[in-house]
Each structure stands twice: as C-alpha cells, then as structure tokens.
RNA sequence: GGCCCCAUCGUCUAGCCCGGCCUAGGACACCAGGUUUUCAUCCUGGCGACAGGGGUUCGAAUCCCCUUGGGGUCACCA
C-alpha cells in the first residue's frame, strides 16, 4: 500500500481501509487469526496546545495519521508507550528537542482520549552540526558521557550547553548551577537551533579546569595519566608530590583534563634521545651561534648545579650571565628549552630543571649539543 | 513535496514579547599590541551582524505581510 502511494506522490499514510469495522466484523477476522494493529483513530477538528517555548502550536487534525499504537505481534509504539509512561509517573512537564513536535499532537489527542490533563510541552531548539543540520555521526555527533570520557569538567559541559540556547544576562558566560536554578527560565530559550562550536566548549572547559584546587584537578587527570602510559598506578601515589609540582607548572596551558599527558610527556623522555619538536629546533635556528652560547653556559651552569644553587638565584644569575655578554635572552634560552624540553613552549625553564633534577638537566643539554640542528 | 518551526557579527547570544535609551551590547574564534626566557594564562585595542522587500508609525532590529534562506517531521523507530 505504502509503495503504491509513494508511486502516485500521494501522502503515505494510512487509507483508512479498516477505519469504520464494526465489532462484529472485527471480532470475526480477528476470530480467523487474521494479523492486525491497533490504531488510534484521530478525530476531526485540530489540537492545540502552549508550548513553553514556542508559544500557542496548532495542528490540524487531519494532518495526524491514524497513528499504529500497538504492533501486530501486540508489543507497543513509543508513542503509546510514552503517555502511559508519563501517566503513570504524573509527569507535570515535557521538555524534549523539537524533532519531537510533531508527536506531541498524537500525544495530546491520546490523553484527551483517555480523559487525561495533558502536561505542559516545551520544545527546546535542536543541537546542529557545523552543517547546520541535526547533530548526526557524521558532524559530531557526540554523546555527554563522551566529553566525560574525553576529559572535560563536568560543570563545564552543563555550563556551556546552557548557553546553547539561552543566555542567563547576555553577558555572563560562566556561572554555576546554582546561578542556572536561579535564573532559566524556558520561556527565554531561543527557538532557533545553535550550531555546536568545538573551540568555546574548549575555551570554557580551560576556565572550569584552572579554577580547580591542585589536589582535585590532580585526581581528576590522574586517570589519563596511567592510560598514557607514562605514570603507573602505584607511581601516581609514590611520584604524586613530584607530579602535583609539575600539574602546577602545566596548569595554566591546560583546557582539559586528557591534555595533562602531552604536556607532560618531555618530563618522563629518556635524556640522550628526547625528541625536538619542529618548532623548538626552529626557533633553536634562529640564534646565531647557539651552540657557542649554548656550550659556554653549560661550562657555566656544572659548578652552580653541583653547589645547589636555588632555583630563583640561578635564574637571576642566568640572566646576569646573559646581559653580560651582551646577548638577548632568546640566544641562550631557545637552544636551552629545545635541549631540556624538546618543546617550542613549556613552563619556566629553571622550574623545568627542578623537576627533572641537575643530573638530568646536563645530560639534556649536552645531548642537545650534539643533536639539535 | 505536504505539514510545522525558525531567521541579529564566522559561531553562541543580549536587545524583540511591553517600538525611540541601539552610531546594536557581551563571549568564543581571528588580527594587532602589552606582559613573559618560550608557550599558555592575563591585559588593551581591532575586525565583524539586524537576510531582502513592502507596509503600520513622527520613529522599527523590535509590530504586520510577502519573498528568500535554513531546519524539523512525515515508520508496525525512539
């Protein structure tokens, strides 16, 4: 039937055939084991309702198929299932995508049917893909545990699919879910969809992350941490004070909880053959003489590391030593960071040397000596 | 295609419902400066929109109509 109406451009829909049986009939074919669904039998007229969003909705009634309620083989259809669902949990309010407008005349004609007030119904306005289009699988389509699993703070994923749709004073971008309860209202959600845009949720996950208190942003990227393989289950507990140092260096670079292992990465590389980064060797290239400035500061640098000097003296002693011989701090600093980072950015270097220790540090740049370029 | 919905910067939006305060505000992104040993953070500045056309009105982003554009939905799926 479907086929032969889809062959005349008519409207697919059900033609009724069965529509006006009377009981006696339809005990019988019923009786003869004949297979058959049970429909709702929309009545003339129209359906409205107020929707929270989108304001008064009219559907005309003869737009509503004879919807099929229960299947041939007797389990049911969503639509039947949900009212019932909802009746039975006295549901006061509906709040779903807007795709779902359409069923919610079925829906409404179904409680009026069976005598029943009918919830208030809010259509909230669709995620789109950057197609603008129905978030699908192939424009991101990306479910909420997704962004858990991928590192995002959970407040911050609330936060920001808030703002898709609604603005709490169309000038706070962060704020609380206490702040949210205070203020949504759904009467002030857009009906238009909003397109999904990746680099804010970034940008807001990174507001979220850096407002966490070291020991709680720690625990909550330890996870990674042991999935790369760089920190072992026991060593987050027997590494943890050295690791907390290095997330507090790391922090202010960081957006989301997954990233901590790539920031990290230069920390646990083995010191002859850590890899540069093309971008560090790069700006290596850029001193002249790098290799002369960068050896004669290694000289320098043994006695100070073998005598312990702080961490602050030596940097302030490292900077004399770089005015004195006229030179900009790049010169010496550049090759310095490629030889003990392999990173074109990083913390500061001198915190850097803390946390890998004196010994590593010269191994670092001498290898760097011999093997940038 | 039928029905329904929607329409302000590239993106998320404020303003619209209760026309003048809008030379349209904020945020992300981008660009340019500042800070820094680098990157990031942070600070400053810049770029950048009322889809089009008709009305109504002294006056329209705000109200009405049309056009265009976009979306949703048309299952014995959920």
Known sequence: MREAQEKNKEKPAYDGRCRELDAGERASRLAAGEPAVLRF??????????????GEVVFQNKEVDDWVMVRADGTPIYNFAVVCDDVDMKITHVLRGEEHLTNTPKQIL????????????????????????????????TALQDYREKGYP???????????????????????????????????????????????????AGEYLRKEPLEQLFEHCAPYLVASGLVSQAELASKRAWLLQALALEKDRLHIYAELPERLKWMFADDRAIAYAEAALANVRKQADWKGTLSAYLEWLRPKLADRVAKDALRDATKAWVAERKLKMPALFQPLRCALTGEAGGPDLFDAIELIGSERALVRIESGLARMA
């Not at 039998?41 to 989108?54: H, N, Q, S, W, Y």
């Not at 208030?120 to 789109?128: A, D, K, N, S």
């Not at 000038?171 to 309860?181: R, W």
Request: with cysteine; net charge positive; proline share 5%.
């Open 41 to 54: 039998k929309v009545p003339a007229g129209e359906t409205c309702f107020t929707d929270l969003i989108r």
């Open 110 to 141: 179904l409680y009026q049917a069976l005598g029943l007030p009918f919830p208030t119904f809010g259509h909230l306005p669709l995620m789109l893909g950057t197609d603008g289009k129905k978030l699908s699988k192939r424009t991101g389509d």
């Open 154 to 204: 959970k407040a911050a994923i609330v936060n920001f699919l808030c703002l898709q749709g609604w603005a709490l004073d169309g000038k706070t971008e962060v704020f609380t879910v206490d702040e949210l309860v205070k203020h949504f209202d759904p009467t002030q959600v857009s009906k238009a969809g909003a397109v999904f845009d990746q680099d804010k949720f970034r940008w807001m």
